[in-house]
């Protein structure tokens, strides 16, 4: 039976993903955080941009829903701070309301700047750097020990593998050979501060590392959907899986792009209307 | 109590295959070995490796799991502190985090090995319900409570292996998050919880060689703190004494002072504590209480009981 999102029932995912329609939705969901990004002072839009591509792939091409609109699949969004894509997406899916994200960040609502446990959608509370891939390691072996089919899909960014937690966790993972866990490594390349690639060099290589801990890796072009698609419907499935996608902080907005400010600021009225007009004229 | 905590541990695993634990690189004592032999899937050794102890086992309540994380209590609770409070309690997730050897039991290893602010930490962390059992039979009561509780996070202190039974003739069961009276008394009550509450018996002894009888009340719960127990307590004795085997500062020592004033209390109050200090000083668990200043000798002269 067809899910309905690019994966059948029996777990096996179609060998198709409309990079047409993944396009149009990326867009959509761009426009629509710069539209939230009005209704408050600070909005983290260059990490959710960034991941923009990551997460509509998974919910839009990759995981299973129920019939209640729930997803069987997990989606762990690590870096908590990005987590505005992940709500118009679950906006989109109706597991959030408009109403929800009008009141984004207000006291009259439940969305606030980090993801939250507890509301829809959400797999864990995360803000903090360096904490999902532990839990999604351990929802992972929950699910293998109790043989479901579930797989555990970890948004991470990369500056989050400058926490020793998180190698713990790889380390973990890779023990425990946990072929039901998937990490996307956001690799914009840029941590608060600087570039990873001028501040932090042994940061890199990065499949190499993640290889010697007992996964499989392959690095991707974080915004091309299609490519992420495939790297997931062709893992071994015998270890857990690392996609290091290559990824813009920013992606989208060229005033954005890559420019550290904009990891927490909202356009002004100017900057959002040349957002808009950009995102627009982008390729869909 | 770790060997009563094991096999306790085991039973319930038996027959509940939601129960796994994690530990941290730990030998596992007794019956968690035989835990680990019947049920190798439900038995994780993370390594040495505390921060995905905790997120793993995080992770593993979310979907259904109940899980045990048990290691060294500074190794379970300072190492991944942040796993404890965002992982565990911030997420209101049924973990228990078991931490052996509370206190100063580790008395050769130095401070590096002393959970000697474990209690006041935990405390302090919204959400996280902290027991310290006093004896085998109260750490298996508290095991069996912490494995089916649904209510979140728990903090499991225990001491190490071969504690006495303190418990035994104790008038009343254990119940959480209420006090527990281990012996009547009438003229002096005597608070304490974890093993240094063989310390309350010898003092409670001494009171009674002269003539005085006292109480003793087994504060096994932490958090919640059954204040109403501890106020009818401040307002029924004349006279209230706290020994425990943490650091002053948040631990049960204060907050019965806080209680003692918000009831108005008018009993005479002396707490004992472990010095708001690293000592470095190695020996036996005795030596290294004595050297906080907790010798039973020093506790009664400072009571006034020669």
Same mark, same amino acid.
């Given at each position: 039976?067809?899910?309905?999102?690019?994966?059948?029932?029996?777990?096996?995912?179609?060998?198709?993903?409309?990079?047409?329609?993944?396009?149009?939705?990326?867009?959509?969901?761009?426009?629509?955080?710069?539209?939230?990004?009005?209704?408050?002072?600070?909005?983290?839009?260059?990490?959710?941009?960034?991941?923009?591509?990551?997460?509509?792939?998974?919910?839009?091409?990759?995981?299973?829903?129920?019939?209640?609109?729930?997803?069987?699949?997990?989606?762990?969004?690590?870096?908590?701070?990005?987590?505005?894509?992940?709500?118009?997406?679950?906006?989109?899916?109706?597991?959030?309301?408009?109403?929800?994200?009008?009141?984004?960040?207000?006291?009259?609502?439940?969305?606030?700047?980090?993801?939250?446990?507890?509301?829809?959608?959400?797999?864990?509370?995360?803000?903090?750097?360096?904490?999902?891939?532990?839990?999604?390691?351990?929802?992972?072996?929950?699910?293998?020990?109790?043989?479901?089919?579930?797989?555990?899909?970890?948004?991470?960014?990369?500056?989050?593998?400058?926490?020793?937690?998180?190698?713990?966790?790889?380390m973990m993972a890779g023990n425990l050979q946990l072929?039901?866990?998937?990490?996307?490594?956001?690799?914009?390349?840029?941590?608060?501060?600087?570039?990873?690639?001028?501040?932090?060099?042994?940061?890199?290589?990065?499949?190499?590392?993640?290889?010697?801990f007992g996964?499989?890796?392959?690095?991707?072009?974080?915004?091309?959907?299609?490519?992420?698609?495939?790297?997931?419907?062709?893992?071994?499935?015998?270890?857990?899986?690392?996609?290091?996608?290559?990824?813009?902080?920013?992606?989208?907005?060229?005033?954005?792009?890559?420019?550290?400010?904009?990891?927490?600021?909202?356009?002004?009225?100017?900057?959002?209307?040349?957002?808009?007009?950009?995102?627009?004229?982008?390729?869909? | 109590?770790?060997?009563?905590?094991?096999?306790?541990?085991?039973?319930?695993?038996?027959?509940?295959?939601?129960?796994?634990?994690?530990?941290?690189?730990?030998?596992?004592?007794?019956?968690?070995?035989?835990?680990?032999?019947?049920?190798?899937?439900?038995?994780?050794?993370t390594g040495?490796?505390?921060?995905?102890?905790?997120?793993?086992?995080?992770?593993?309540?979310?979907?259904?799991?109940?899980?045990?994380?048990?290691?060294?209590?500074?190794?379970?609770?300072?190492?991944?502190?942040?796993?404890?409070?965002?992982?565990?309690?911030?997420?209101?997730?049924?973990?228990?985090?078991?931490?052996?050897?509370?206190?100063?039991?580790?008395?050769?290893?130095?401070?590096?090995?002393?959970?000697?602010?474990?209690?006041?930490?935990?405390?302090?962390?919204?959400?996280?319900?902290?027991?310290?059992?006093?004896?085998?039979?109260?750490?298996? @009561? %508290?095991?069996?409570?912490? !494995?089916?509780?649904?209510?979140?996070?728990?903090?499991?202190? =225990?001491?190490? /292996? #071969?504690?006495?039974?303190?418990?035994?003739?104790?008038?009343?069961?254990?119940?959480?998050?209420?006090?527990?009276?281990?012996?009547?008394?009438?003229?002096?009550?005597?608070?304490?919880?974890?093993?240094?509450?063989?310390?309350?018996?010898?003092?409670?002894?001494?009171? @009674? %060689?002269?003539?005085?009888? !006292?109480?003793?009340?087994?504060?096994?719960?932490?958090?919640? =703190?059954?204040? /109403? #127990?501890?106020?009818?307590?401040?307002?029924?004795?004349?006279?209230?004494?706290?020994?425990?085997?943490?650091?002053?500062?948040?631990?049960?020592?204060?907050?019965?002072?806080?209680?003692?004033?918000?009831?108005?209390?008018?009993?005479?109050?002396?707490?004992?504590?472990?010095?708001?200090?690293?000592?470095?000083?190695?020996?036996?668990?005795?030596?290294?209480?004595?050297?906080?200043?907790? /010798?039973?000798?020093?506790?009664?002269?400072?009571?006034?009981?020669?």
């Amino acid at each position: 039976m067809d899910a309905g999102n690019g994966r059948t029932r029996s777990g096996a995912l179609r060998n198709s993903f409309d990079p047409v329609a993944a396009r149009r939705r990326c867009q959509a969901y761009r426009r629509r955080i710069l539209e939230i990004s009005q209704q408050v002072s600070a909005l983290h839009v260059a990490p959710a941009f960034s991941c923009t591509e990551i997460t509509d792939v998974l919910f839009n091409g990759v995981m299973r829903r129920r019939s209640d609109g729930s997803f069987d699949d997990v989606f762990l969004m690590s870096k908590g701070h990005g987590c505005v894509i992940q709500y118009v997406i679950l906006e989109q899916f109706g597991l959030l309301s408009k109403r929800d994200l009008d009141l984004y960040c207000t006291p009259d609502g439940r969305l606030g700047a980090h993801p939250d446990f507890g509301t829809p959608g959400i797999a864990a509370s995360t803000g903090s750097l360096g904490h999902g891939l532990g839990i999604a390691a351990g929802q992972a072996y929950a699910e293998k020990l109790k043989a479901s089919d579930v797989t555990v899909y970890c948004v991470l960014s990369d500056g989050e593998f400058q926490e020793g937690s998180t190698w713990e966790a790889m380390m973990m993972a890779g023990n425990l050979q946990l072929g039901n866990l998937v990490g996307l490594m956001d690799n914009n390349d840029f941590s608060g501060l600087e570039r990873m690639s001028e501040g932090h060099r042994a940061f890199y290589p990065l499949v190499a590392k993640a290889q010697a801990f007992g996964w499989d890796a392959v690095e991707v072009d974080g915004h091309d959907g299609q490519a992420i698609f495939h790297a997931i419907a062709e893992r071994g499935g015998r270890r857990p899986l690392l996609i290091v996608c290559k990824t813009v902080k920013g992606k989208g907005v060229s005033y954005m792009e890559n420019a550290p400010i904009w990891h927490y600021r909202s356009p002004n009225a100017q900057e959002y209307r040349q957002g808009l007009e950009e995102i627009d004229g982008s390729e869909g | 109590m770790r060997n009563r905590f094991a096999n306790a541990f085991y039973e319930l695993g038996k027959n509940d295959p939601r129960l796994c634990i994690v530990v941290a690189d730990i030998s596992p004592a007794g019956s968690i070995a035989k835990f680990r032999t019947d049920f190798p899937a439900r038995f994780i050794n993370t390594g040495v490796a505390e921060q995905v102890m905790i997120g793993m086992a995080a992770g593993m309540a979310q979907r259904g799991l109940r899980p045990f994380a048990y290691t060294i209590a500074t190794f379970a609770l300072y190492r991944p502190f942040e796993m404890v409070r965002d992982d565990l309690c911030y997420q209101n997730l049924p973990v228990t985090v078991v931490g052996i050897g509370g206190g100063v039991t580790y008395s050769t290893l130095g401070a590096t090995h002393h959970a000697q602010e474990d209690i006041s930490i935990a405390s302090s962390i919204p959400g996280l319900t902290v027991i310290a059992p006093c004896d085998p039979a109260e750490t298996e @009561a %508290a095991t069996r409570w912490c !494995a089916v509780q649904e209510q979140g996070p728990v903090y499991l202190r =225990l001491g190490k /292996a #071969g504690e006495p039974d303190l418990s035994k003739e104790a008038p009343e069961p254990w119940a959480f998050g209420k006090l527990r009276l281990l012996r009547s008394g009438r003229d002096v009550c005597i608070l304490s919880y974890g093993p240094i509450m063989k310390k309350a018996f010898e003092v409670a002894d001494r009171f @009674a %060689a002269l003539g005085q009888s !006292a109480a003793i009340v087994s504060v096994h719960t932490l958090k919640p =703190l059954d204040r /109403a #127990g501890l106020g009818a307590i401040l307002k029924q004795f004349p006279r209230v004494v706290v020994i425990e085997e943490c650091a002053p500062n948040g631990s049960l020592a204060g907050r019965v002072k806080e209680l003692a004033w918000e009831v108005q209390a008018t009993c005479r109050l002396d707490a004992f504590t472990l010095r708001d200090a690293f000592i470095h000083c190695y020996g036996s668990h005795e030596d290294l209480l004595a050297a906080h200043g907790l /010798a039973t000798q020093e506790i009664c002269a400072k009571l006034g009981l020669g």
